[in-house]
């Protein structure tokens, strides 16, 4: 917010972007509330990557000629589909079980330990599954300690933080991708795993309703972890079109984004949009 103060000092427009933790979040604290008010308020444009957070932005009186929606995008010449064989192989997965993926940040508000409490109901319908962690942070010891508790343990792989290039190779490899945060503003995650033509399991907040159609995923109530585990199971046991998913992605390309983009920053800069 100092950004926005700096530039009402020096008489010079600004936009501001929302990404989900800023609004849904940040702007619900005491302290940070009337700071993160002002700034929006004071801009030439607010940028939102999903309509709700979009509303929000609305919610908190700013103009909303001012707001745009303006989606994340994704990859598409790197978030693809590709060889499921020839990825397992490569990461060391077995070739014929079933693997879950969960990509992000181990925090416990990003639903990770809710996602290894929902496994047990996985593995009595698909004894041979495996879950597969891809990301660190403070929740990873927990996940191991809890994993053992279970008698998971042998199921699960802790795969630690990877480079963004190699995600490819991991949503490649899965049968579905999960996601059961607890708020979430719209995870690219969610858009590159559908760029791969994964399927998803994601919690029904913030965003990604919007980007999650019911042919390219499952939707459940975050916190829910045995409404989580039928979902996981219901969406392995179905026959999902890699098609219909892709097409769906296609929607979602940083090009547009780009462009779109573009127009709003130069639209913000015209001295007839000031107020």
């Excluded at 795993?193 to 159609?213: F, H, K, Q, S």
């Amino acid at each position: 917010m100092g950004t926005a103060r700096l530039a009402r000092r020096l008489r010079l427009p600004y936009v501001v972007k929302v990404h989900g933790s800023d609004i849904n979040v940040q702007a619900n604290q005491r302290l940070h509330r009337p700071q993160i008010v002002s700034a929006l308020r004071g801009a030439r444009a607010v940028i939102a990557v999903s309509e709700a957070l979009a509303e929000k932005v609305r919610g908190l009186g700013v103009d909303p000629h001012r707001v745009h929606l303006l989606y994340n995008g994704v990859e598409s010449d790197r978030f693809r589909p590709g060889n499921r064989e020839a990825a397992r192989r490569e990461l060391g997965i077995a070739r014929d079980a079933p693997m879950l993926l969960y990509v992000g940040n181990l925090k416990q508000d990003k639903g990770c330990l809710d996602l290894l409490e929902a496994f047990p109901a996985v593995l009595a319908a698909y004894p041979g599954a495996r879950l597969v962690f891809v990301g660190e942070g403070p929740a990873a010891a927990a996940l191991s300690r809890r994993a053992k508790q279970l008698g998971v343990d042998a199921r699960l792989l802790l795969a630690g933080a990877q480079a963004h290039d190699a995600l490819p190779a991991w949503m490649q490899a899965a049968d579905l991708l999960s996601l059961p945060s607890h708020n979430e503003g719209v995870p690219n995650v969610v858009l590159e795993a559908m760029a791969c033509g994964l399927p998803v399991v994601a919690t029904r907040v913030g965003g990604i309703p919007e980007v999650l159609p019911g042919h390219a995923g499952i939707l459940v109530p975050a916190h829910d972890r045995a409404a989580l585990a039928r979902g996981l199971v219901d969406a392995l046991a179905r026959d999902w079109s890699g098609d219909g998913i892709l097409a769906h992605a296609a929607r979602f390309r940083w090009d547009d984004n780009v462009r779109r983009l573009d127009r709003i920053l130069c639209d913000a800069s015209d001295p007839a949009m000031a107020a």
